[in-house]
């Protein structure tokens, strides 16, 4: 149940990319995104809900493949403040409203 | 947006009590609030999910007993640590869906617990 997430960790300068990878086994009913800071309760990014969507907030967006078994969140021109954890919860139509992290990405960046 | 309230934030107790922590949901009433569990630079680890007016569902291996759920109301759902270990400590976040219609799951503020 738990999505297979990566990169691990991904070390950025201000101004670069980045892509994160959420896959699951199975056809998902949703699939959300998340960013924690140290100590921190993880903060609501996005969700995605269809096959085949995209979701953009300012500067970070997220797709959802047509078979609903991959996310990918994206990074665009990234910004000190984007430092953090990123975690991917899943979640099945056989288990609604549960939802399962994957093991998170650690995001630095650097000024 | 929807407000999860969490309880203490810290608590520190000795080997052997027992702990509780609140969730609260403080602009929308939630049926059903999920407790999570997190070690240090890990990820959030479904335990159970509260139901109110019933019993929790919990994961496999979680042990009902250790990990006490009571959801009486609909904006409120508690986590007993029963008999706390050392093993125990780590940090409980609660959450709940912002209401009807509302697919995020918000979390509370989170609870570090430390057993010595």
């Known amino acids: 149940q738990q999505p297979v997430q990566s990169p691990q960790a991904v070390i950025l300068r201000e101004g670069e990319d980045a892509v994160i990878n959420c896959s699951s086994s199975?056809?998902?009913?949703?699939v959300h995104w998340y960013r924690q800071k140290h100590g921190e309760a993880p903060v609501f990014l996005m969700i995605?809900?269809?096959?085949?969507e995209q979701m953009r907030h300012e500067k970070i967006s997220a797709s959802f493949n047509e078979k609903k078994q991959q996310s990918s969140l994206y990074l665009t021109a990234s910004q000190l403040s984007y430092s953090g954890t990123y975690f991917c919860?899943?979640?099945?139509?056989?288990?609604?409203?549960?939802?399962?992290f994957g093991r998170g990405t650690q995001l630095t960046v650097w000024p | 947006g929807a407000v999860v309230s969490q309880h203490p934030s810290r608590v520190i107790c000795k080997s052997g009590t027992s702990v509780k922590i609140e969730c609260r949901s403080l602009?929308?009433?939630?049926?059903?609030m999920f407790w999570y569990r997190q070690f240090p630079k890990k990820s959030l680890m479904l335990m159970a999910t509260?139901?109110?007016?019933?019993?929790?569902?919990?994961e496999q291996g979680v042990e009902k007993d250790k990990f006490l759920i009571n959801h009486a109301s609909l904006t409120l759902s508690t986590l007993t640590v029963t008999s706390a270990h050392p093993e125990d400590s780590s940090f409980y976040i609660c959450?709940?869906?912002?209401?009807?219609?509302?697919?995020?799951?918000?979390f509370g503020s989170g609870t570090q617990l430390s057993v010595l």
């Open positions: 602009d929308f009433q939630a049926t059903t």
């Open positions: 959450s709940a869906r912002g209401g009807f219609g509302n697919e995020k799951l918000f």
């Open positions: 995605l809900l269809k096959g085949g």
């Open positions: 199975k056809a998902l009913y949703s």
């Open positions: 919860g899943t979640e099945e139509g056989s288990t609604l409203g549960r939802l399962y």
């Open positions: 509260s139901n109110e007016g019933s019993k929790a569902t919990y």
